[in-house]
């Protein structure tokens, strides 16, 4: 099959114009080259975009089995990917092949260049967004390998969170490729010390957090624990990143905190059919991405693998305790944190976490099922997707449902796709009563209706789409919740009583501000919201004018 770098070459590696170029000299300074010379190694953060003005540069990715050539850069051509653009260690060798003249343009230039000349900025944009996708689809140059085994829950985490940061990596599995013992056995490691993660190419992580992970990798950039920013944002799925991309490009100072990657539970959907602009459906990783490069490109500054442990909101600025054990201070907070599918009342639900039941439905886990049947519960969008989706290559589904049908709970368009999959099959009235395994899960039991007997099958698959609980638990009594645990704002506050208990405004509290003022909340996490990508894309961008109206208070 054609990779990505044949099929959209041009695209990747577009050549500028004599014009484009003079425009760049504004920004950029010029630097003689000489043969050989290394412009900038793999990992390294901060580095400049280079325009070959003569001579040319050779790009490659290091490796553990040696370099892999990417593209020779000829007079026009220009280096860099997404990383430039954040200041992070990017993934690239650029050395001088014939000794000439580049342009050489600095994170800060770029930034400006990107947000001031719109036609150079898309020709930008889009070579970096593919040359990501290039290096991600290729799983090839090491830089980064994991070693562990599918049937682990940490391989699948790790899995998951390099995935959805659109990391490169090399999947090495134990159980199957004799390359993983070999690994290992080069870094005297054994199997009690999987899954591990090999950073670029010698440090060797034993079972890390996502955090450790994202700080040998440099996937954050350093932030300024101590300036005041206008605003901070807590959570990047599609409210925060909305929110961040409106308060950036308006010239706030952002700051968003993520616990694990840009997308939320958006993040975490094979394909979002209903949301406007995208009528063959985007996937969340996809939507993200873009999302992601959005804010970036306005200067918003996105910490990943970090959580907001505590809200201190007792004065202005507010104060959020992080969980890398930094404090950072703010004027303003959104509260973007939205919310995690519902657990099951099963005993050893969690024996079985990642090791047969999954929380998402995406092209990993579809890979982990190979051709096995599968079990998805949940009456929502997002199971109905998820069947749709794992069902797409000829595999029996079965669809789990506790009411009665779905018509109440599920788009229509969803309700007929699956209608019309004859290997999807619906079981209304349902409830998985049992879950079996050693190690991993073997066989689940359900029972059909109140008086159904439980019926035991080997399927040793489940996917969980039900309901959603708040992600709120780090706000600790800041702002007042509803009985479920969302956050209260705006009209639901004052329709109940006036203003809320404490309020020390005259005005009463804004759409979407919740009990503190200068305190807001968006998209899932907030109490009465839709629960859509669409809904919470708009809150985290209306939400931005409220901060404007209440920073020229
Ligand atoms: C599988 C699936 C498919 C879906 N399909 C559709 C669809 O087709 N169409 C549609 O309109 N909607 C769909 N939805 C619903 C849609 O994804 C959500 O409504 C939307 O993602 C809500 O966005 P949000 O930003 O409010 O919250 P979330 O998406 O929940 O994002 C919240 C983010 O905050 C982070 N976070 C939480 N706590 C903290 C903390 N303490 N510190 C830092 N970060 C934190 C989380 O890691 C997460 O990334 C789907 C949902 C799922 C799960």
């Known amino acids: ?64 089995q040696g370099e892999v050539p990417i593209t020779v850069a000829v007079p026009g051509d220009f280096t860099g990917e997404m990383s430039t653009l954040r200041g992070l260690g990017g993934f690239t060798r650029v050395r001088v092949a014939e000794a000439g003249e580049i342009l050489a343009i600095s994170e800060s230039q770029l930034r400006t260049i990107v947000q001031t000349d719109s036609e150079i900025m898309e020709i930008f944009m889009r070579a970096f967004i593919l040359r990501r996708m290039g290096l991600v689809a290729a799983e090839q140059g090491g830089d980064v390998i994991l070693v562990g085994s599918t049937f682990s829950p940490g391989t699948l985490r790790l899995q998951q969170f390099l995935t959805r940061n659109t990391y490169p990596f090399v999947l090495k599995d134990i159980d199957t490729d004799e390359d993983a013992k070999a690994c290992l056995a080069r870094f005297h490691l054994g ?12 440090v060797v992580l034993k079972n890390p957090s996502n ?46 905190i993520e616990t694990v990657a840009p997308g939320g539970q958006a993040g975490s959907s094979s394909k979002i059919e209903n949301y406007l602009g995208f009528p063959t459906g985007i996937s969340g990783l996809a939507l993200a991405g873009r999302a992601l490069v959005q804010a970036q490109k306005f200067g918003a500054e996105v910490a990943i693998a970090t ?23 703010s ?31 995406t092209a990993v886990e579809k890979k982990l099922c190979g051709e096995d049947e599968v079990i ?46 004859p290997n999807i099959t619906l079981h209304v009235n349902t409830e998985i009563t049992a879950l079996e395994g050693k190690g ?72 979407l501000e919740t009990t503190i003022p200068g305190i807001f909340a968006v998209g899932d996490v907030r109490c009465g919201s839709a629960k859509r990508v669409a809904a919470a894309v708009g809150e985290g961008s209306v939400c931005v004018q409220l901060i404007h109206r209440l920073l020229s208070e």
């Open 307 to 329: 959580s907001a442990l505590r809200l201190i909101c007792d004065q202005v600025p507010f104060r959020i305790a992080l969980s890398d054990g930094d404090e950072v201070r």
């Open 331 to 361: 004027r303003t907070v959104i509260i973007a944190s939205g919310a995690e599918y519902r657990k099951l009342a099963l005993h050893n639900l969690a024996d079985y976490l990642g090791v047969g039941v999954y929380y998402a439905a």
């Open 1 to 64: 099959m054609a990779t990505l770098y044949e099929t959209r070459r041009e695209q990747m590696f577009p050549k500028l114009t004599a014009q484009q170029i003079a425009r760049l000299e504004l920004h950029g300074r010029r630097i003689r080259t000489t043969a050989g010379q290394v412009l900038s190694e793999a990992g390294e953060g901060h580095r400049d975009l280079c325009v070959v003005l003569s001579g040319s540069l050779e790009v490659a990715r290091p490796g553990m």
């Open 440 to 511: 991993r899960l073997e066989k689940v039991t359900w029972r059909s209706g109140a008086n159904g007997k439980p019926e035991t099958h080997d399927i040793k698959h489940v996917f969980l789409m039900t309901g959603a609980v708040p992600n709120t638990e780090w706000l600790q009594g800041c702002v007042a919740l509803d009985g479920k645990g969302f956050v209260r704002t705006g009209p639901d506050l004052h329709v109940e009583s006036g203003a809320p208990d404490g309020w020390p405004l005259s005005r009463p509290p804004l759409h």
């Open 211 to 256: 955090a450790e992970v994202a700080a040998c990798l440099g996937m954050n950039p350093q932030f300024d624990a101590a300036k005041i920013r206008d605003v901070v944002i807590i959570g990047a799925g599609p409210s925060g990143l909305a929110a961040a991309v409106y308060a950036a490009s308006e010239g706030l100072d952002v700051l968003v």
């Open 191 to 202: 199997s009690g010390d999987l899954p591990v993660v090999v950073c670029r190419g010698h």
């Open 376 to 421: 998805v519960v949940g009456g929502g969008n997002s199971a109905g997707q998820a069947s749709v989706f794992m069902a797409n290559n000829g595999r029996r589904v079965h669809l789990v449902v506790r009411a009665g049908g779905l018509a109440a709970s599920m788009s229509h368009y969803l309700i007929r796709r699956i209608e019309d999959s």
